[in-house]
């Protein structure tokens, strides 16, 4: 890009962002006329110590050698992580983390400005970006978490700042941690946490966190920063080894999640925190803020003009940014959940704790630290070489061999309810694959009760005997194998086209031949596209309850293993469940005991048609991905009652509820759900969405975050994805076995070579 396109830059921010884009910007194009305004002093700084990842470091260095020495003579290094919980220290090795004062940080970038001709203009008011746009060619808004060009520019921005449930206050102990230490207390007030790290030879950030009920409790709301310094101290004495803690403006804070639907408006561009906000619990505000700074730098050297380059800046460092931001918020999440985790076993509490972003994962962690792994895995009861997922676990009369589920998968395959030779492949293909447990899709207790007219259902005595087909290949074939029934009534989200008959748009009517539907509610599902339900009245509702239990009892006879009670994703017994679907005003709606009192009016129908030694599962939709619908609250209060009721175990999906939902979708973006559920009850739970790997079942599992993992597409890609995920782990034990005509294909076959001979000899 020709200088001239970018020659005056004005730089909003004396942050580690603002500074070191203003560096790099120079230092790439010395002819350019950089000035960056600071309104605080060189040396005033909120926060202490700076964590910076490996991979940040190595783009220092390949582009600033210069700034990269600096920072690595200043740097602190250490690998360990101490969790500190009920008086027993877990510690994991292997991680590695480099630390500095953010004081250093600043001066070394200070220097480096300076040095390059960048004017440092500190205890100075930046003008607004709209002033200094127009007399600059770019306009670099590092500004912060509280950006006043994010806020004079909110229309072209559009930011969203969310604001969290935890407190916390940054402070700092006058002595090096030999470690990165968590410490959970559990005081009179609440729990508390710590944590610390070391950021020089002879000093450490401390973070103090608890959440608003413990802080206002504990009187930590009325202390000035001297009273709750001494406070946390006192608390946390033990770890500080009776030293004290000290301040640096510090405050009590609660973390904002900022984000934007666009990070430039004309010659303005956001960086850091302006832009985006990762909870501190990953370390990941500086660094993001830096590598913004090396991406934007990068863009404006290989783009043609300035639109182009922001444009792709922002394109280049959206997706990095939001698998961050899923990460801290999956961490954050965690530490507010806290106190549902500290009754687990201690290694499994710290293993939970590390793994608590799903970025460490029980294979990496294991790499890292294969002792405390092994540690983990003991007293989770893994029998000796046997993954976590290949543990067996017993409901009811029903052990099952491995902890992977097929999940239900809607086919839209069958004819008149039937379900034919492609049920038979279809579901005895990934019973010979090796789950121990595969589960139907969602099989109809009526006509009615379909989505589409693809629909499989047992409300005959045909549909039974071709069930019964299906589940004897399953038992005969693949012994070990548990085959499992959910049962389900479409309610307001039937009489519909197959999914692939209107790409993009599902839920679509029937051109023709439409039923009509019910619901609990007469509330289309999509209003001027779906038909109106009739709302259930208390006969409807006995015939909708007599119908899952033939059903049930059809089912039994059938041979299945498992019966599943459909209370999810919109369908009729869940349309009763949530808020935005139920707005009846008798005995069946308002409270959520009056909207839970029809789904388990059928669950106990159901459970006692079902064979008393046969395990019963109820798949619900933990939330609904919408203002005013299922609260978390409420979703354990659910689980709650259908425990109470005898459910065996919760299968815990979320939302397709409503029509208008906004799901966070990301790798395995349900599974805090499952997590929520299983420790706040311990009742069993099934954790399903967007779990893909193994290594990710296994994580699952040995936090004590779900005790089954449901994998959908993973098995429709591989219809063998547990047998292979045994021979990927060297596993041959009783947890999974191959079939016998299978046997010969159990190890990866050979591939083409492709490398020539290896030299034997090396000559001078």
Partial sequence: MPSSDTGRIAVIGGGPGGLYAAALLKRLRPGREITVWERNAPDDTFGFGVVLSDETLGGIEDADPVVHRALSDAFVRWDTIDVV??????????????????????????????????????????????????RHDLVVAADGVHSATRQAHARHFRPTVTDHRNRYIWLAADFAFDAFRFEIAETGFGVMQLHAYPFAADASTVIVEMREEVWRAAGLDTCDTAESAERCAEVFAEALRGRPLRSNKSSWLTFATVSNAHWSHGGTVLIGDAAHTAHFSIGSGTKLAVEDALALAACLEEQPDLPTALAAYEAERRPVVLSTQRAAAASLRWFEELPTYVGQPPRRFAFNLLTRSRRVTHDNLRLRDSGFTGAVEEEFGCPPGTPPMFTPLRLRGLELRN????????????????????HLVHLGARALGGAGLVMTEMVCVSPEGRITPGCTG????????????????????APGTAIGVQLGHSGRKGSTRRMWETPGRTDQPLDDGNWPVSAASPLPYAHGVNQIPQELDRAGMDRVRDRFTEAARRAAHCGFDLLELHCAHGYLLSGFLSPLTNLRTDAYGGPLENRLRFPLEVFDAVRAAWPEDRPMTVRISATDWARGGTSDEDAVAVARAFAAHGADAIDVSTGQVVA????????????????????????????????????????????????????????????????????????????????????AGSRTPPTGRTDGPKPRLTLD
């Fill in 458 to 477: 047992l409300w005959t005595g045909e549909q039974a005997e071709a069930w019964t087909r299906i589940t004897r290949f399953v038992h005969e074939a």
């Fill in 403 to 422: 902890r992977v589920v097929v999940s239900p998968m809607d086919m839209y395959s069958a004819v008149d309810g039937m379900p034919g030779d492609f």
């Fill in 85 to 134: 919980h009920r008086g027993a220290t877990q510690t994991s090795g292997g991680h590695g983390f480099a630390a500095l004062g953010r004081r250093t940080l600043l001066r070394i970038l200070h220097e480096r400005c300076a040095s390059l001709g960048v004017r440092l203009r500190f205890r100075t008011e930046a003008p607004p970006a709209e002033e200094l746009a127009a």
């Fill in 660 to 743: 208008e939902e906004r799901p966070e979708y990301g790798r395995s973006y349900q599974t805090p759900y499952a997590d929520r559920i299983r420790n706040a009850l311990d009742v069993p739970v099934i954790a399903v969405g967007a779990i893909s790997s193994w290594d990710d079942v296994n994580s699952l599992l040995l936090a004590g975050r779900a005790d089954l993992c449901a994998l959908a597409r993973p098995h429709l890609y591989d219809p063998h994805w547990t047998l292979h995920a045994a021979a990927d782990q060297g596993y041959a034990g009783p947890g999974v076995s191959w079939p016998l005509p299978y046997r």
